[in-house]
C-alpha cells in the first residue's frame, strides 16, 4: 500500500513508529528539535524511498536502520548542537513512577551517559557546572561563593558544557554502535 503512494498507509505508519523514533533521536542527541527534525527527515527519506521498501522484509527494521544512520551523521558532524542543556536538565528532573517503563528506562539511559560526562569533568569545573546547571545561582554568586573571578566561572561553564557536548556525543556514537 505505501509503495503505491497510499497516504493513509503513510499516516498509519507515522502514527505507529514516530513517538518510538523521537524518543530514540532525543536519547542519543538530547536535543527536542534535533530528535523532532530526525524524525521528520525519517519519515521523508521514507516517503521518497516508499518504492524501493521490501515488503517482505520487517518495516521497523528498515525503519531504524535509516534512523540510526542519520544519527551518526549527525553526532559525528561537530557543528551540530547535541546535548542542549535545557532539554537534559528537562530529562533529568522527568523521572518519576508515572512515566512508561520504557521511556523511564530511555530517560535513565541518558541520565546515566550524562552523569558519566559530568563525573569527568575536573572538580572545579564540575562544581561551577553544577552550581550553574541548578539555576540558582549567577556567575557572580558562583565567584563568591568559591573565591574566583566572575570571567574564571564564565571560563570553565563554557569549557564544561564545551566538553560535555563531546563526550555526550562520543557516547551515544558509541551506544548506536553497538545497538
Known amino acids: 500500500?505505501?509503495?503505491?503512494?497510499?497516504?493513509?498507509?503513510?499516516?498509519?505508519?507515522?502514527?505507529?513508529?514516530?513517538?518510538?523514533?523521537?524518543?530514540?533521536?532525543?536519547?542519543?542527541?538530547?536535543?527536542?528539535?534535533?530528535?523532532?527534525?530526525?524524525?521528520?527527515?525519517?519519515?521523508?527519506?521514507?516517503?521518497?524511498?516508499?518504492?524501493?521498501?521490501?515488503?517482505?522484509?520487517?518495516?521497523?527494521?528498515?525503519?531504524?536502520?535509516?534512523?540510526?544512520?542519520?544519527?551518526?551523521?549527525?553526532?559525528?558532524d561537530t557543528k551540530s548542537e547535541v546535548f542542549k542543556l535545557e532539554d537534559c536538565l528537562e530529562v533529568l528532573n522527568k523521572i518519576d513512577d508515572t512515566t512508561e517503563k520504557e521511556t523511564q528506562e530511555i530517560i535513565k539511559e541518558q541520565s546515566a551517559i550524562l552523569r558519566k560526562a559530568?563525573?569527568?569533568?575536573?572538580?572545579?569545573?564540575?562544581?561551577?557546572?553544577?552550581?550553574?546547571?541548578?539555576?540558582?545561582y549567577s556567575n557572580e554568586q558562583i565567584a563568591n561563593k568559591l573565591n574566583l573571578s566572575i570571567n574564571t566561572v564564565k571560563f570553565q561553564y563554557t569549557q564544561s558544557l564545551k566538553k560535555l557536548r563531546e563526550l555526550v556525543r562520543t557516547i551515544s556514537i558509541i551506544l548506536l554502535f553497538l545497538n
Open 1 to 76: 500500500m505505501l509503495r503505491g503512494g497510499n497516504n493513509l498507509a503513510f499516516t498509519m505508519l507515522y502514527h505507529k513508529y514516530s513517538e518510538q523514533a523521537y524518543t530514540l533521536a532525543f536519547k542519543y542527541l538530547c536535543n527536542k528539535s534535533m530528535a523532532e527534525d530526525a524524525v521528520q527527515n525519517l519519515f521523508l527519506k521514507i516517503w521518497i524511498k516508499r518504492e524501493q521498501i521490501d515488503a517482505g522484509a520487517p518495516f521497523n527494521y528498515y525503519l531504524f536502520t535509516i534512523l540510526k544512520n542519520d544519527l551518526l551523521n549527525i553526532l559525528r
Open 118 to 136: 559530568i563525573d569527568s569533568l575536573s572538580p572545579q569545573k564540575k562544581t561551577i557546572f553544577e552550581l550553574k546547571a541548578t539555576g540558582e
